[in-house]
T-cell receptor
């Protein structure tokens, strides 16, 4: 059981370039999330999805886009990379039980992105 | 190298001692809380949870205390081991809400040999 898989693990982008961070889960979870983690800061929610075809903004959505065409996949798109987007990005998933007791989110291992 | 957590509050404890990590949560309506452990280069992992109708919950070597009056959580780790070195986050949610967790800033725990 792979859980939540993120690719790539590391990436360096030049200012203005675009890229997609991939996230796939094999647990049939309805809820998926993208967080960013900056040094000295907690996890900030970028976007989330409560099911295929449904997405919504989190705390820090500017500069990002998402789509959720399938239950398994929740890619995060950066259209015009900026140095402020240098961060570690985590994808997470959950089902309803994760909010009613048990384990919360299942996180991926993260993507470390540097924009230069 | 690890850039995450360089500027976080740090708690240094001697191996074998007990550790207490604190967290202030933000939403008085939150009714479910989790402590996560994040090791270098990995995503956060579930440690222990507690519901708002409880004041204390114990796991294996870990205890979580909840004080709703002052919106405060603590994580106690007994007989701290080198493998406990990590960044620890608390997270809160409203179980009847929008299925999102809010995370605290985190505390780095360093275990000294």
């Amino acid at each position: 059981n792979a859980g939540v898989t993120q690719t790539p693990k590391f990436r360096i982008l030049k200012i203005g370039q675009s890229m997609t961070l991939q996230c796939t889960q094999d647990m049939n979870h309805n809820y998926m999330y993208w967080y960013r983690q900056d040094p000295g800061m907690g996890l900030k929610l970028i976007y989330y999805s409560v099911g295929a075809g449904i997405t919504d903004k989190g705390e820090v959505p500017n500069g990002y886009n998402v789509s959720r065409s399938t239950t398994e996949d929740f890619p995060l798109r950066l259209e015009l990379a900026a140095p402020s987007q240098t961060s570690v990005y985590f994808c997470a998933s959950s089902d309803r039980r994760g909010f009613q007791g048990g384990y919360g989110y299942t996180f991926g291992s993260g993507t470390r992105l540097t924009v230069v | 190298g690890e850039s995450v957590g360089l500027h976080l509050p740090t708690l240094s404890v001697q191996e074998g001692d007990n550790s207490i990590i604190n967290c202030a949560y933000s939403n008085s309506a939150s009714d479910y809380f989790i402590w996560y452990k994040q090791e270098s280069g990995k995503g956060p992992q579930f440690i222990i949870d507690i519901r708002s109708n409880m004041d204390k919950r114990q796991g294996q070597r870990v205890t979580v205390l909840l004080n709703k009056t002052v919106k405060h959580l603590s994580l106690q780790i007994a007989a701290t081991q080198p493998g406990d070195s990590a960044v620890y986050f608390c997270a809160e949610t409203v179980t009847s809400g929008t299925y999102k967790y809010i995370f605290g800033t985190g505390t780095r725990l360093k275990v000294l040999a």
